[in-house]
């Protein structure tokens, strides 16, 4: 009984942490505030089922991507910039 309960603790640790650095990471990428119902960039309706998937939603799908891929180079240029720098 005992070996049972220590190791469903550690599952369950484990399923803890998992969700916390979920939330966290869902957190980090979604923006503050309230849904838009147009989106920012080409003011193309978006869909209620969209806002209330992601709250503070602000772009269409189509804009979405395309900032996600601007984003994604953008951030691996400023990792190795900053890496280097630190390293000096
Ligand atoms: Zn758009």
């Known amino acids: ?14 399923i803890d942490a998992t ?3 979920g939330v966290q990471l869902a957190k980090s990428r979604l ?14 309706a978006i869909p209620e089922a969209r806002r209330k998937a992601m709250p503070g939603v602000r772009y269409c799908v189509q804009c979405q991507s395309e900032l996600e891929e601007k984003q994604k180079t953008i951030t691996l240029y400023n990792r190795r910039g900053n890496k280097d720098s630190q390293l000096k």
């Open 19 to 21: 969700v916390e650095s």
């Open 31 to 44: 923006p503050e505030g309230e849904s838009l119902t147009h989106c920012e960039e080409c003011e193309i």
């Open 1 to 14: 009984m005992a070996v049972g309960w220590s190791r469903d603790g550690a599952v369950q640790e484990q």
